[in-house]
């Protein structure tokens, strides 16, 4: 059996500071060491898996400030943005990060995933919080703390924030409000994060609005259709399709395109959106034609 040398017992010993700062300098080296749940029958307990629209996300974080992020469900956003927060958190002090869901239960379920990653990192990066309770995870050493917030009219108001995430945001009822309560808080600098499916019961929300205005109003959009995530594809959709009961719904869980996703469902339109896209159809042909 080999024996290690001097040096590499030194090297071995030193492993979990350098580790430490690597993922200190950076968010990608921190995700090598991120676990999170897929639920049964999935893998349970598995690593953070590195697709390629997620690594897309990851540069979109590291790059810009406003980011409003129309998607398909099940898409692995909720658990990247987890995963940012709890870096934030862990490797910039003093960092406040705020995450608002529709409601106190769904702000708990998305602080309950930054506490998973938190729970399953390796020891020399899980620091031990302060406060850990089902609204906030802090540590004191550092004076950052990640706070999940039910979002309402007023919520957030008067704080300054590092990062505020609003998640699932098109279908908060207070979005709006909120968003005018929120903004200024991270206007000296902070990151806005909008993700968020698109809410099938309204054609011109503020999340969609916000959407549409990027780039002319700051705001970098990112869209990730229904394909994005591996195994998914036509016969995919087609075979999820037979299964729904709501085919309107089920176009703006599922989107294919981000048109799709922001037009308004026929059920709400006072004309035929089919006849619609015919006559925008005939208009570009005519165009083109002339």
């Not at 398909?72 to 002090?93: E, P």
């Not at 620091?127 to 950052?144: M, T």
Request: aromatic letters at 10%; glycine letters at 6%.
């Amino acid at each position: 059996m080999s024996t290690l040398t001097a040096d590499q017992a030194l090297a071995l010993k030193a492993l979990p500071a350098t580790e430490r700062e690597m993922c200190r300098r950076s968010f990608r080296a921190f995700l090598d060491h991120v676990m999170i749940l897929e639920p049964p029958p999935g893998d349970a307990v598995m690593p953070w898996q590195p697709w390629p629209h997620l690594l897309g996300a990851v540069d979109a974080l590291l790059t810009h400030r406003l980011i409003v992020w129309l998607k398909a469900r099940q898409t692995g956003a909720s658990w990247l943005v987890s995963a940012y927060a709890l870096w934030m958190a862990l490797f910039k002090k003093g960092a406040q990060v705020a995450l608002f869901s529709q409601g106190e239960k769904e702000a708990q379920e998305l602080l309950g995933k930054v506490r998973f990653i938190w729970q399953h990192l390796p020891d020399h990066l899980r620091d031990v919080p302060k406060v850990d309770n089902s609204e906030e995870l802090s540590w004191a050493d550092r004076f950052s703390r990640v706070v999940a917030y039910p979002s309402t009219a007023k919520a957030g108001r008067g704080s300054t924030f590092s990062l505020v995430v609003m998640d699932e945001c098109d279908h908060h009822e207070f979005f709006e409000d909120n968003y005018a309560a929120v903004k200024p808080t991270i206007d000296s600098g902070g990151q806005l994060l909008l993700p968020s499916t698109a809410n099938w019961q309204t054609a011109d929300s503020a999340f969609k609005r916000l959407y549409r205005g990027a780039p002319g109003n700051g705001f970098t959009s990112i869209f990730w259709p229904y394909s994005v995530r591996p195994g998914r594809d036509a016969e995919w959709l087609a075979a999820k399709l037979r299964e729904s009961t709501d085919p309107v719904r089920f176009q703006k869980e599922y989107p294919v395109s981000a048109e799709e996703a922001l037009a308004a469902p026929q059920t709400i339109m006072a004309f035929s959106k089919a006849a619609l896209d015919a006559m925008m159809q005939e208009t570009r042909e005519a165009t083109a034609g002339s």
